[in-house]
């Protein structure tokens, strides 16, 4: 059973940075496109940055130079590096494993920006 498991969420204040890493139990994870995704309180999920399995990346406008997402496939792990959060950054992030042969999610990890 493959299982996507999200890991660094926490509290931290305004400014600060944080670093979430996704553990795949994929037999290879070279073939998918990955990506993490937040969803806050009474709004809908949405993207927040991807990788391709070319190492191509995405990110949505408001995080912009200030998040930066990887992967490594021999560990078979993605990461964000998120810098200068903001309180709008508040949210439960979600990890998502895509390719022709699946699609998965993580159960995802609470990330607080406050003072």
């Known amino acids: 059973q493959v299982q996507l498991v999200e890991s660094g969420g926490g509290l931290v204040q305004p400014g600060g940075s944080l670093r979430l890493s996704c553990a795949a139990t994929?037999?290879?994870?070279?073939?998918?496109?990955m990506s993490w995704y937040r969803q806050a309180p009474d709004k809908e999920r949405e993207l927040v940055a991807a990788?391709?399995?070319?190492?191509?990346?995405d990110y949505v406008d408001s995080v912009k130079g200030r998040f930066f997402i990887s992967r490594d496939d021999d560990k078979k792990t993605v990461a964000l590096q998120m810098n200068s959060l903001k309180p709008e950054d508040t949210a439960v992030y979600y990890c998502?494993?895509?390719?022709?042969?699946?699609?998965?999610w993580g159960q995802g990890t609470q990330v607080t920006v406050s003072s």
């Open positions: 994929l037999y290879t994870m070279r073939t998918y496109d």
């Open positions: 990788i391709d399995d070319g190492g191509n990346t």
């Open positions: 998502k494993a895509q390719s022709p042969y699946g699609l998965y």
